[in-house]
């Protein structure tokens, strides 16, 4: 299969009312046929000694996606011992996945984290404070290491919230004290055989083609041990029309063109890495809304619809953007921001989902306001389907505020069958872990 689209997948309308018929609204959809394809397009990305790619399983943690990411030879980036602890329970051997993490934990899980680095995890050194904690253990197992550095320069994400890289995010051990942690590795006779850099998600592609050339220079200068050289993920994709996407061909391209001038000067071939999240699932999904109420204030004209927030927080958080189709309740698409459609006859909707918060909103402007979307009437009982959510939205999400429950997802195989891949949560689930006390 070779396709090369990059916006949303595209939204079969037909099928929406026959989803929410048989498993209700809200709910996620995703597409298996996209995310193959985007692992297809990450795999293919020019290279100059190897490319070895890691899903950032943050994006999305839901076993039916992990399998069908890792079956298409994607190994795993995890970002906490329970995502690892999660990705062995799908099925995925700790020797594919890598751990990138704020914390060494202690007690049972130190044991648990000793365990899975035995049976083949890769750690990623992400401060000295890290390193302390995990270099005996690894010395005495014989366990070769990955850092991740902290190259203190701005300009990595999308927003300064996405941005990584920058004197004012705190991930990774800081360029300045690479000298230090290196002498301390040396003395104990441990090998940073992997250096990894992530500058952020969703920021200009020159920024990650800069990271190339300072990573490779500290690779260079402080670390001769090192066979595998990470970029990190934060490929960006187009969720809206007129977004502009990450050319992974070009970078590709050029990170290949400096590793090969890396060994005509070091004679040292580097395999390169990355770890994208964004790229491989979010314009794989959608979440299927209905609308339950309109209103009108002497502002705006109001959809409310059965999810909102709680599903989907990147508006909220980052005042993302994401294309909206409305749907009739008989399967015809009555419009979609994505496709332009139709170009005349639209009108002003605030959308906006049923948690008692102002910003509840598919789309706020900076300051937090609602921003209309430009769409077709719909009438009360059809769909506002959301696009481009396949990526940080049910794995990060304020779930289960006001009392909603988490919804179900819903898989379009490959050959377009449709599938439940997760139940929604029973009301039971909202209440499990409280204690009855008295006083
Ligand atoms: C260490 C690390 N790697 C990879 C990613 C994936 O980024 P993206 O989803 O933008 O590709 C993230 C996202 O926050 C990250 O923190």
Redesign the pocket.
Known sequence: MTMTHFGPTKLDATLIPKIAEQWGTPVYLHDQAYIENSCEQLLGMPNAFGLHVRY?M??NSDRTVLRVVTNKGLDL?C?SLDEAARAFAAGIPYARMML?TQEVPSGEERTELEGMIKAGLRYNVCSMQQFRLIADFARKNGVDLSIRVHPGAAGGGESATRD?GSEYSCFGVHLRDVPTVKSMADEMGLRFTQVHV?IG??GDPEKWRENIDRELGFVRDFFPDAVTVSF????KVARMPGEKKADIASLGAYAKQRIEEFKAATGRKLTMEI?????VVANSGHIITRIIDKKLTNEMNFLIVDGGMELLTRPLLYGSEHPIAIVRQDGTLLSSEYDLKPAAGLKAFGIVGRCCESGDSVRLDSDGNIVPVQIAEPEIGDFVVIGGTG?YSESMSPENYNSHRKPGAVMKTRNGELVQIRKKQVREQLTQNELDVTF
Do not use: I, Q, R, V
């Open positions: 950032a943050k994006a980036d970002s990138t990584t992530h998600s969703g990190g993920g934060g490929l770890e994208p999240g964004t790229f990526a």
